[in-house]
């Protein structure tokens, strides 16, 4: 019962139900016994009153009068003069005295709950305000028996009425709550069962239809994400046949490249003096594009290698990278790269190669399809702690799409077509390295991609 939400409400429901019988029956039994007390003052007023007809009555009339009465003694004060006007043997010693001309709540409810609970025969002395003025006060002396059964029968009807009101109350609260929150939440609950069985099927996704503006609200909270799951999970799934397919045609890729590789040595040897020059750049694309289909089966099965670290030359990167994307752009862009002459860094030199090209042909893409000169240029420094490299173009800047996602697989391409696995591929490879890769500025002026280096000890 603990553990579901119906049986803590029910717990709850009946604490407070307790607490309401406390709240209505102790100001009830305080409130009678006042009312007991003031009756009992007034019956032995109005038994006083045989005195005001006759000056002298029979001891069997008096007896009688303050039986009736249920006291042992009347006692009236007129004009400062204390006058005791009934009396009879008083069975036991006056134990306590009880003023209620002006009597405060906390003393009400504490003698009102002391006499309930005491069931012993005590004398008490009573003392207060006669009726219509008939004197300063009227003091009696009586048992507190038939106060306490009289208390006893009070408390006990208010708290068979009380507690049936109060049961009803809770049984209708409980069958409100249940038919209004509890429901629609167990409603809700077996909506997400269902989804979770099968998130692809979109006929599983809730439907909001709950009448409380804040259960309607979780609904379509609720509604969204699995909208988005489910999107997600298909695209998931497109993504993984796609990196199948991907697969499949790098490792054809990768046999056909390889097989080409082995004719790169007769070309090698041929005189003429431009094939000489161009030959070594063909054979390490050749080789770059062998092992990008390699690294491209690794990362279809999330095994991308970590970075083999080593002592670069940087400038020397700089110029491989510069020099293939200048055959590559026809010298129809400016490349151009600042950094000092010995600045050498910690990383991998064939990843970090991969990263840098990889962003110099984006931008290269992207001035390619604008009017006007393109240049990109490439900077780097050493700082406290890192080392920087950043790669700027004069480009039209990234589409707002682009920059929301950037670093997403197949939903962060920068140009018209491009699938966006380059940069999340740069991405991760930066990662391992410690490292990070940023979008520092992109609008109409350019785009500056970041990349920042740790340095670490090696």
């Not at 750049?281 to 099965?301: D, M, N, P, Q, W």
């Not at 990383?347 to 009017?371: F, K, W």
């Not at 682009?402 to 940069?423: D, H, R």
Request: charged share 20%; net charge negative; aromatic share 6%.
């Amino acid at each position: 019962m603990f553990q579901t939400l119906s049986g803590r409400f029910f717990i709850v429901t009946v604490l407070f139900v307790v607490l309401a019988e406390i709240l209505i029956l102790v100001p009830s039994v305080a409130r009678f016994r006042l009312d007991y007390l003031r009756a009992s003052l007034e019956r032995a007023q109005i038994a006083s009153l045989a005195l005001e007809a006759e000056d002298r009555i029979s001891s069997n009339l008096e007896a009688e009068l303050l039986e009736t009465a249920e006291v042992y003694n009347v006692v009236l004060r007129r004009n400062e003069v204390r006058q005791l006007v009934l009396s009879s043997p008083i069975p036991a010693p006056v134990v306590s005295s009880f003023d209620l001309r002006d009597p405060t709540v906390y003393d009400l409810v504490f003698d009102g709950l002391a006499a309930l609970f005491d069931p012993s025969d005590h004398v008490i002395r009573v003392i207060g305000d006669p009726v219509r003025r008939a004197g300063l006060l009227i003091e009696i002396t009586m048992s507190t028996r038939g106060l306490h059964e009289a208390l006893v029968a009070y408390a006990s009807q208010v708290l068979w009425v009380s507690t049936a009101i109060s049961a009803l109350t809770a049984v209708l609260l409980f069958w409100a709550v249940r038919q209004a929150l509890l429901l629609p939440m167990r409603h809700v609950v077996s909506h997400m069962k269902s989804y979770a069985n099968a998130p692809e099927d979109a006929r599983s996704i809730i439907a909001p239809d709950a009448r409380l503006s804040e259960l309607r609200e979780a609904q379509e909270a609720m509604k969204s994400m699995q909208i988005e799951l489910t999107g997600a999970l298909k695209q998931k799934e497109r993504l993984a046949q796609l990196g199948g397919a991907v697969a499949k045609i790098s490792h054809d890729l990768r046999n056909i490249l390889s097989s080409a590789q082995l004719f790169t040595d007769r070309i090698e040897a041929s005189d003429d003096p431009t094939v000489a020059r161009l030959a070594p750049k063909l054979v390490r694309s050749i080789s770059l594009a062998i092992h990008l289909c390699e690294t491209t089966l690794a990362f279809g099965r999330a095994e991308e290698a970590p970075p083999q670290l080593e002592w670069l030359h940087l400038p020397r990167l700089f110029a491989d990278v510069v020099e293939a994307e200048q055959l590559a752009s026809e010298d129809t862009i400016i490349f151009t790269y600042s950094v000092a002459e010995d600045l050498q860094l910690w990383a991998d030199p064939e990843q970090l190669y991969r990263v840098i090209s990889n962003l110099c042909r984006n931008a290269r893409q992207a001035l390619e399809a604008g009017p006007g000169q393109g240049q990109i240029e490439l900077s780097a420094a050493e700082e406290q702690g890192h080392w920087w490299i950043k790669v700027t173009d004069n480009g039209p800047g990234l589409p707002e799409r682009a920059k929301n996602n950037l670093f997403t697989a197949f939903q962060g391409g920068t140009t018209k077509g491009g699938s966006g696995l380059g940069l999340a591929i740069s991405a991760e490879l930066i990662r391992g390295h410690g490292g990070r890769l940023s979008l520092a500025k992109s609008d109409a002026a350019g785009s500056i991609f970041t990349i920042e280096l740790p340095k670490i000890n090696n």
